[in-house]
C-alpha cells in the first residue's frame, strides 16, 4: 500500500520540484504522514564526470541510475528535500505504507534495481484468505533472480516475475503485462499498479483487481483525518511535459493524493510507455 512517482523527460535532467512545482512536491512528502514505512528514490542522470577518469578504476555501463532508499519516513528525512531538487531526466519516488506484516528492513524498500532496470509497486499481492505469495513456497518464480532483486517481498516477486518475461526476449512493456497475466491467474484481485525504469524508458501501469478502496485503506486514512484522500486511492493520473518553448517534453505519472485537477487519468488496465531520451509516450493496454 504505497504511492508512486515517475516522469520522464526529453532527455534534459528536471528536479522534481520543477515537475511538479515545490507546494505539490512537499504535498507528496508529506503522504508520508501516513506511507510512513519508509521510501527511495531512483534517478537517473548522465554525471558529470566518469568516475574512473581520475583514478584508474574501471568503468561500468550503470552510472547512470543514483538510488536511494530508508525505513525512515520522507517527512522526517531531510534527503528527501535535498533530492527533490536534483535533476535527473527521468526518475521514480516511492513512499511504502508496508502490506501483509512484510518487515521493515531495507531489501524490502523501494526502488528495486536489477540488470540496469529500477522497479517500484504500489500493492499487496495476496489470496481471498490475506495469504500472500511470500508465503507461497510453490509459486513457479526463478529464485536466481528474485535473488538479484536483493528483496523478500511480494513486490519483489512481481520485479523476478518481469526480469524473468525480460530474460525471454520481451520488451520492457510487454514483458510487465506478461507478468501481470501469470500473476492473475493465482492471484486476481491484487494490485499491480507499478512503474519501472530502464536507461531508455519509463513504463507505467494501473493494474488493479479493485477499483474500489478495500475499507481497510479507508480507515488507515480516516485514522489520520485524511478520508476523502482514500476515494481514488487506486487512481494513477499522467500530465504532459512542456519545455521552456512549449513543445512536448515528457511525462509524469503519479499515484493520487495531491493536486492533480489538471492531469488525465491512466485507466485501470493501461500503461504509459515513455522515452526518457526523446520524452515521446504512448498509452496502450494489456
Not at 528527501?80 to 512484510?102: K, M, T
Not at 518481469?162 to 510487465?176: H, N, R, S, T
Not at 479493485?210 to 485514522?223: G, M, Q
Request: hydrophobic share 35%; charged share 20%.
Amino acid at each position: 500500500m504505497c504511492r508512486l512517482l515517475g516522469y520522464a523527460t526529453a532527455g534534459f535532467n528536471v528536479s522534481l520540484n520543477a515537475i511538479l512545482g515545490s507546494e505539490n512536491a512537499a504535498d507528496f512528502r508529506d503522504l508520508s504522514e501516513i506511507h510512513n514505512d519508509g521510501w527511495g528514490v531512483a534517478q537517473l542522470s548522465d554525471p558529470a564526470e566518469a568516475p574512473y577518469i581520475r583514478d584508474g578504476g574501471a568503468p561500468t555501463p550503470e552510472t547512470g541510475t543514483k538510488i536511494y532508499k530508508s525505513t525512515i519516513a520522507a517527512r522526517y528525512d531531510s534527503t528527501f528535500d535535498a533530492l527533490a531538487n536534483e535533476p535527473a531526466r527521468g526518475a521514480l519516488w516511492h513512499l511504502r505504507l508496508a502490506s501483509s506484516n512484510l518487515p521493515l528492513i531495507m531489501e524490502n524498500q523501494h526502488p528495486f534495481y536489477a540488470n540496469g532496470l529500477s522497479f517500484i509497486h504500489n500493492g499487496d499481492i495476496s489470496d481471498a484468505n490475506g495469504r500472500n505469495i511470500v508465503t507461497n513456497r510453490s509459486y513457479p518464480v526463478d529464485h536466481s533472480i528474485l535473488l538479484s532483486t536483493g528483496g523478500r517481498s511480494d513486490s519483489a516477486i512481481f520485479f523476478a516475475v518481469i526480469l524473468e518475461y525480460i530474460g525471454f526476449g520481451f520488451p520492457l512493456d510487454e514483458a510487465v503485462a506478461q507478468a501481470v497475466r501469470e500473476l492473475r491467474q493465482a492471484y486476481p484481485k491484487s494490485s499491480y499498479n507499478c512503474m519501472i525504469q530502464s536507461e531508455d524508458q519509463l513504463v507505467a501501469l494501473r493494474a488493479s483487481g479493485r477499483e474500489v478502496t478495500s475499507p481497510r485503506i479507508v480507515e488507515i486514512y480516516d485514522e489520520y483525518g485524511r478520508g476523502e484522500q482514500a476515494a481514488d486511492y487506486r487512481v494513477m493520473r499522467y500530465r504532459a511535459l512542456q519545455d521552456e518553448n512549449g513543445d512536448p517534453a515528457g511525462v509524469v505519472v503519479s499515484s493520487s493524493g495531491y493536486d492533480q485537477e489538471d492531469w488525465d487519468v491512466l485507466e485501470n488496465d493501461q500503461m504509459i510507455v515513455a522515452s526518457n531520451r526523446n520524452g515521446t509516450f504512448r498509452l496502450r493496454s494489456i
